[in-house]
């Protein structure tokens, strides 16, 4: 297990937010997922609140998506990232913008409670990270303002609290609408 962030050989950009933030080494889920998810292997991650598992998979999607030529496509996105609650998706969404201020990205939420207006501007442009809730997502996707063809990572925060809160079709019909060839990551405290 590496013990610098320096050693996951992660785009200086990233490093120099890291440290900006005051970050000084990765902890035990972040060392061992971050590898994994640079590598694009499937992963499940289990660790307790407060450990860094967004980070854990924040920090390598960032990295890749650097590496990427182009702009999102209109009405999609490069990167999923399916969430139980709006509070949990601002988190995510907040912590993707700390890492990768550096770096330019794109990165919009999507949740219920508020108007489709500006979500459907936002999917319009097309977004490099998408942090969303599962019923707001399957209400884009049937309105026809959200595509999801061009995902190539995908995202499930807290999987099991999402199937709990009974979001098993619309998983499921997000699942369909991905390409066969992304990469899926599911990180949860409470996975058992």
């Known amino acids: 297990m590496t013990d610098t962030f320096e050693a996951l050989r992660l785009n200086p950009l990233l490093l120099q937010a890291l440290k900006d933030e005051g970050y000084k080494a990765p902890t035990p889920i972040q060392a061992q997922a ?61 912590s993707f913008r700390t890492y990768g201020k550096h770096l330019g990205f794109s990165i919009a939420t999507i949740f219920g409670g508020v108007g489709f207006g500006g979500q459907r501007q936002a999917l319009g442009r097309g977004i490099d990270v998408l942090v969303a809730t599962p ?48 990469s899926t990551w599911l990180f949860s405290a409470t996975f058992q």
Do not use: W, Y
């Open 34 to 94: 971050i590898p994994a998810v640079m590598e694009g292997r499937d992963l499940l991650g289990i660790a307790q609140t407060g450990t860094g598992k967004t980070a854990a998979f924040a920090l390598p999607l960032l990295h890749k998506l650097a590496l990427l030529k182009g702009r999102p496509p209109r009405g999609g996105c490069r990167v999923l990232v399916l969430s139980p609650t709006r509070e949990l998706a601002t988190q995510i969404a907040e």
């Open 135 to 182: 019923g707001r997502l399957q209400d884009h996707l049937e309105q026809g303002s959200a595509r999801l063809d061009h995902v190539s990572a995908l995202v499930l925060d807290e999987a099991d609290e999402m199937l709990s809160m009974g979001f098993q079709s619309e998983l499921e019909e997000i699942f369909k609408q991905t390409k066969d060839r992304k």
